[in-house]
């Protein structure tokens, strides 16, 4: 096409049009200055002379150039304005909405723990004048940040009183075991609470040396110190009771390192020592849901007939532990005989036990080949905790488990972190084949204690002073199940929010993976629960922090591993551009290049304007 | 501007074509989707059904799609006992139905068959074998609840090849269903025990077969199955959302067995009205609580056989278990490994129930050709193992050995030879066994090993009774647009007629014109006398079709039907598309007569008290046939299309687009016409020359 700017275009009465080459100025002049040729002359006159008639048609010419501009610049806004959407709309993934803001706020999770504590004054151990003077309650922050993300919070409220006539009776009794227990008739306190009498020193109800006595509920006797007797001001006497109340909250509730280790999830740990290492890898991580499976392993049951009465030991001693973790988590049950098992090790002859030894450092061998038989449970996805009974065959028999200094361990068992347990049962029978009634209550003994461990149930140490009540049938005290709420439900919170915090980045990275509704409410659920557990630590219900915090774990568990999120996981960009080239380049070339020349031009125009002006 | 309107015309034609193309696949789908739902919504009262069937059959194929439709066969007027007949079919029908009915009644035995036949044998033995070994250490009844046994039976073929058939059965005297969550396993595998606990199953049977029975030249299995995995699983009625525990179930016990059970889905799951009532005890027939699916493709390997050793309970440590190595099982003929889990009687009054676990092997090896020309073979030859002790939880462990054939040595030779012998009504089919007690210490003789040893002495063996029941089933047609299928039932008994019940499943997408539906035997029509059809609905549901057919005496019944093969949308295809697409087996079903009573050859030394009434023993007896599964070529598409399409659509857009937005964008003129070549030529002189140009 010739450029507009050379082409003059005229039209004649019959229709046809013809363009007629005008020459650029230069040549005009150039042409004129060859004078006497007439014919060039001649031309250039007529067309002076049409010149009116000629700017009519240029006019039209620009009139049908305008036309196509703004035809060009329809079509491109059509492209941009109808088009692109339309197909923005046809090919985008479906994304329900989610609570972004409410997601990135619990990225930034500050927990606060409250505890009620009830310190109780009993008779000689305040005067009255310090009665009247004190002041009912009394609340202490501790602040604790963990790192830049988490940040951790424990409020005591204490609250202070003194005992009643009744309270008074019941501490009167001779052994501190039985004050437990009547105390517990009078009143019972709420899940997380700790309740302390303070006993004048003078009392007879804790023996010599002991200073603090810790029941089987949730209360415990402190022995009045010292500075009490001798009359000093109340704040001295206050002072040196809260010391004394921090140690026992440290036993009975829980402590800053038991919540940063349930905290691992979030924050990354630097365990000083490798016990505090052990420790933390030995429980199981929080679950809704346990399977635990008790396996006798018979080895050679063409000589030994082994009978186990797992259905009674189970139900006596098992089955009350379970019942009182009830609000943990669901516990199912069941055993198994295997027979022909074996461990993966041979075990060594001792010369000097008569006996044959398994090293501790040949311990972690044994599992895997009896892994393989034990079957995973199909049933559920609960983690499992394995316990098995290995009866050794006659020719490998006694068994004896050693440890790393070469003692043969006493239990005669071990256990594997986040797995199970281990217990060897010899048996002595010469006349072969022999029946054999497996003794349960030793058994189920050892089993009861690595299953505590598994658990997390931890029977720290107590400080000095300090002498824990015998717990009770149960095998578990009230104080050790609070322990246990306070650390699994720091860890199910901590969980459910990484959790839905990384679901939440993974989602925001891939612009590809579908959001269905029902992962859209999940997360929403999961987000509320989380916020309710938030709410309730802080309020002090332990119970129900624990009850929501399982339910924000299921959910967010649950949305993370919803199978929808898979299938567009894998859409690469190449492909997409593979199949959308053949269409959108040769539609967007004709209406770039359009647009490229409308700008050129315009600003050509401009520069001319300014040089008319100039 | 002519030009370029046709421009704009051919692109629409273009456009429109292609678009045609790809929406029919759909539209034709919805289409039939439709109609069948059109048809679903005027189901025919069941009270007029027979006069229904007259003008069902004259209308178009899609009324035929009508949903759970069943005729009930259509009394003709004509015939004098109308209504006796009608009940003599009813009653067969009930017959069939309610075949496994407790056994604790002696009417209704068929079911139980085999077991009962098992068991009979011990009872036999001590008849027949008075004067050999008693047991000596007859264990003391242990109040254990439950027990274990084991035994293996080898059947020397008429076409010299080897069946070897093992069976495990432990029975446990507990409660699955009662809500208890403690549970204590001794004998019985824990991972299936949870599996039945959870799902609340009530029966459960599971097969692997690789290789197709050959009933021609083997005979009957003692337990049938279908190439490839079958499933099916009665729930206790307590579940409420069956598809959902049967969905679950599935992609669990795809887990325990390491098999793809969890491509079992509503495509290929049905619900036979008839053809699979529960094995074991109960009442419930209601087929709601019932699923049945079969994958045909499934290859069953060593990755299959481990998962279902283990749950034994000696494993493969003790017992004939130890017989069973992968790569002497999978070097054979025929493989098929089972599993059936169901409620029994525990003992002959049948007051109280036991659960059954039955996990069964079926080996056929082909021996003649691989035993290098001698015909001959041992335990070790077979399995490459010998046996040393029996599994020590076994109650009972037994080996035994077919000789009916060989009564007086004639046809093979047996060592080490034993004197028990057994005698077993084996599907209608009395058969000696020579059996090993591997209880028995004495069974293994010096060397502490038993490898029995089996030498043919005739070069030929005798010819084989033709089986009475037999079908088979093959795909007819050219093309792929439509075809056919043929299912061939055989009876071969001589005077007797008895009815089947044929069971056929076929996916979606080969579309059945049921109106095509025939059945003849011998030259002329043979109209079932029940008919349950459920049509298939696109990607939901298979077509299940189930009739009852009797078949007359030494005929051939040919059931054929036409069928119309859909198109796939592109993504439903196999990885192989072009190796074919399985249809599973039909399934027949039927109360044939014994062979003991079709005995007549009054030559045989009996007593002549037994023998007026031909009826000695069971009169008939189940037996489950099947077929081979088919494979049909679907149209296939190039599935480099869509993208080669995306192309050409986008170039096509491309090309229209650029001419529409020519037209709209450029101005036009004419140009001056340039000057000839001859002016042309002279102004190139005349510039030469100085002179103005023309």
Redesign the interface.
């Known amino acids: ?2 450029t507009p700017e050379s ?1 003059c ?1 005229l039209e004649r009465n019959h229709g ?6 005008l020459p650029a100025g230069p040549r005009v002049a150039g042409a004129s200055s060859e004078s006497g ?1 007439g ?2 002359s001649f031309l250039l006159d007529s067309c002076l002379l049409a010149l009116p008639s000629c700017t009519d048609r240029e006019n039209g ?1 620009h009139r ?2 305008h ?3 703004l ?2 610049l329809a ?1 491109a806004v059509v492209v941009i304005a109808v088009g692109v959407p339309l197909w923005w709309k046809t090919t985008e993934t479906y994304r329900a909405w989610l609570p972004v803001t409410q997601i990135n706020q619990l990225a930034q999770l500050q927990l606060q723990l409250s505890v009620e504590v009830e310190v109780v004054f009993s008779r000689g151990t305040l005067t009255a004048e310090h009665q009247k003077k004190v002041d009912p309650t009394h609340t202490r922050l501790e602040e604790h940040p963990v790192d830049e993300t988490t940040g951790l919070s424990y409020r005591y409220e204490t609250r202070y009183r003194t005992a009643t006539i009744m309270e008074e009776d019941a501490l009167n009794q001779p052994t501190p075991a039985e004050t437990d227990q009547s105390l517990h008739l009078l009143s019972e306190s709420p899940c997380g609470s700790v309740v302390i009498y303070v006993v004048p020193e003078s009392s007879t109800l804790l023996p010599e040396g002991v200073s603090v006595y810790v029941g089987q509920r949730r209360t415990s006797l402190l022995r009045a110190g010292r500075p009490m007797r001798l009359g000093v001001g109340l704040k001295e006497v206050l002072a040196h009771l809260e010391t004394q109340v921090q140690q026992v909250l440290k036993v009975m509730s829980f402590s800053h390192s038991d919540i940063t280790a349930a905290l691992s999830d979030r924050v990354r740990l630097d365990y000083s020592s490798r016990d505090g290492l052990v420790d933390s890898m030995r429980a199981f991580k929080s679950s809704p849901g346990y399977e635990i ?1 008790f396996s006798l392993l018979n080895p050679d ?2 000589s030994h007939h082994l009978h186990w009465d ?2 009674a030991a ?1 139900q006596s001693y098992i089955q009350p532990l379970l019942s009182k973790l009830a609000p943990v988590a669901d516990f ?6 295997l ?2 098992a074996v461990l993966g090790v041979n075990p060594r002859y001792d010369p000097s036990l008569n006996a044959y030894t398994l090293n501790a450092d040949s311990l972690s061998h044994v599992i895997n080949p009896v892994e393989a ?1 034990l ?6 996805s609960n983690p499992v905790l394995n316990f098995l009974l290995y009866v050794p065959d006659a020719r490998h028999s006694p068994l004896y488990i050693t440890d790393h200094r070469k003692y043969t361990v006493v239990s005669n068992a071990f256990s594997s972190p986040r797995w199970g347990g281990i217990m060897v049962y010899n048996v002595n029978g010469t006349e072969l084949p022999v029946d054999i009634n497996i003794d349960m209550t030793r058994v189920m003994g050892v089993f009861l204690a690595q299953l505590r461990l598994m658990l997390g149930v931890q029977s720290s140490t107590p400080p000095p002073g300090f002498l824990v009540g015998p717990c009770g049938p149960a095998g578990l005290a009230d104080w050790e199940l609070d322990r246990l709420l306070w650390s699994r439900s720091v860890e199910n919170v901590a969980t459910a929010t990484t959790t839905i915090t990384s679901l939440a980045q993974l989602l925001d990275q891939i612009g590809n993976i579908v959001i269905n509704d029902n992962i859209a409410e999940q997360v929403s659920a999961a987000v509320a629960s989380l916020q309710l557990a938030v709410g309730q630590l802080e309020a002090g219900n332990l119970g129900l922090a624990l009850q929501y915090s399982k339910e924000a774990i299921l959910q967010s568990e649950r949305a993370f591993f919803d199978p929808s999120l898979l299938h567009l996981l894998y859409f690469p960009d190449d492909q997409k551009f ?2 959308y080239i ?2 959108f ?3 967007c070339v ?2 770039l290049l ?1 647009l490229l020349k409308m700008a050129a031009e315009a600003r050509q125009r401009r520069r001319a304007r300014q040089d008319k002006k100039e | 501007m002519a030009a370029h309107k046709c421009n704009i015309i051919m692109l629409a034609f273009v456009l429109c074509g292609l678009t045609y193309v790809f929406v029919r696949a759909d539209i034709e789908d919805t289409n039939h989707v439709k109609d069948a739902e059109s048809g679903a919504v005027d189901i025919a009262p069941k009270t007029n059904i027979g006069a229904s069937l007259q003008s069902t059959k004259t209308e178009d194929q899609t009324q035929a799609a009508e949903e759970e439709r069943q005729w009930e066969a259509e009394t003709n007027p004509a015939d004098a006992p109308s209504d006796n007949k009608a009940d003599h079919v009813h009653d067969t029908m009930q017959h069939l139905a309610s075949r496994p009915a407790p056994y604790a009644k002696d009417q209704t035995q068929e079911a139980a068959e085999e077991e009962r036949q098992w068991e009979a044998t011990e009872v036999k033995e001590a008849d027949h074998v008075p004067d050999t070994m008693q047991t000596p250490d007859v264990p003391p009844p242990t109040p254990a609840k439950d027990q274990f046994q084991e035994e293996l039976v080898i059947r020397p073929l008429h076409s010299g090849d080897i069946y070897a058939s093992f069976q495990f059965r432990t029975m446990w005297d507990t409660d699955f269903l009662r809500g208890s ?7 019985f ?3 299936l025990g ?2 039945i ?3 609340s199953v009530r029966e459960l049977h599971i097969s692997f077969t690789q290789g197709y029975w050959r009933t021609m030249q083997w005979g009957q299995p003692f337990l049938p199955s279908p190439p490839g995995a079958e499933l099916w699983v009665w729930f206790q009625d307590t579940v409420t959302d069956v598809d959902d525990a049967w969905k679950e179930l599935t992609n ?1 016990l795809s ?2 067995f390491c098999a793809s059970l969890n491509f079992i889905d509503s495509t290929n799951t049905v619900q036979p009205s008839a053809s699979f009532k529960p094995l074991g005890l109960g009442n419930v027939t209601d087929q709601r609580f019932l699923r049945y699916a079969v994958l045909p493709r499934e290859i069953v390997c060593t990755e299959n056989l481990t998962p279902w050793k ?1 749950l034994l ?3 493969s ?2 017992g004939l278990a130890v017989l069973m190595k992968s790569e002497k099982l999978f070097h054979s003929s025929f493989h098929s490994q089972a599993l059936h889990f169901r409620p029994v009687c525990q003992d002959w009054k049948c007051k109280s129930t036991v659960w059954e676990l039955r996990q069964t092997l079926n080996v056929v090896f082909d021996l003649h050709t691989s035993g290098q020309g001698k015909r001959e073979w041992s335990l070790f030859k077979m399995f490459s193992r010998t046996l040393t ?1 029996a599994c ?2 076994a109650s009972s462990s037994k080996v035994y050995v077919d000789v009916t054939d060989n009564p007086q040595g004639e046809l093979f030779e047996l060592s080490p030879t034993t004197p028990l012998l057994s005698q077993a009504v084996v599907l209608g089919d009395r058969r000696t066994y020579s059996v090993y007690d591997l209880t028995n210490q004495a069974t293994f003789g010096q060397t502490r090993s038993l490898n029995m040893l089996l030498r043919w002495r005739a070069a030929e063996s005798g010819d084989m009774l033709r089986p009475l029941l037999h079908g088979e089933r093959y795909v007819a047609g050219y093309g792929l647009q439509t075809g056919e299928i043929h299912t061939l039932m055989y009876n071969n008994h001589p005077y007797r007629a008895f009815p089947v019940l044929l069971l056929d499943t076929v996916p979606w997408y080969l579309r059945l014109y049921i109106h095509t539906l025939t059945v003849s035997s011998k030259g002329r029509d043979n109209k079932p006398s029940y008919i349950h059809y459920q049509p298939s609905k696109d990607r939901l549901r298979p077509h299940l079709l189930e009739m009852l057919v009797q078949l007359p005496p030494n005929s051939v019944t040919e059931v054929t039907v036409q069928f119309e093969r859909a198109l796939l949308k592109w993504t439903e295809y196999t990885p192989d598309p072009n190796h074919g697409f399985y249809v599973g087996s039909s399934v027949i079903s039927a109360l044939v007569p014994s062979v003991v009573a079709m005995d007549t050859n009054s030559t045989r030394e009996c007593p002549l008290f037994s023998s007026f009434f031909p009826c000695k023993e069971e009169s008939s007896y189940f037996m489950r046939v099947y077929t081979e599964p088919l494979l049909v070529n679907l149209p296939t598409p190039d599935f480099s299309m869509p ?1 080669n399409v ?2 050409l ?3 096509v ?3 229209g ?2 001419s529409l ?1 020519n037209l ?4 036009f ?4 016409p340039s000057p000839g070549l001859a002016k042309r030529l002279a102004n190139i002189i005349r510039r030469l020359r100085g002179v ?1 140009l023309l």
Not at chain 1, 332 to 337: G, M, N, P, Y
Not at chain 2, 669 to 672: G, L
């Open positions: 096409m010739n082409t275009i046809l049009s013809m363009s007629l080459k040729d014919r060039a010419g049908k150039r036309r196509g501009r035809a060009a079509i499976t049951p063409k797992i259905e189970v199912s049950l069941d055993s198994q005989i027979y022909y038989r079957g995973s449970s199909a049933a559920s593979a199949i053949p269409l380049l040769p539609m004709p209406i359009s | 969550k403690v549970s204590h396993y001794r004998l595998p824990k991972s949870q599996v606990s959870k799902f669990v887990g325990i283990k309970p000696c494993g440590k003790a002790e020590p939880l993208y995306i192309c659509t986008c170039t857009v491309a090309v687009y650029g937005y709209l964008t450029r101005t003129q004419v140009e001056e103005p």
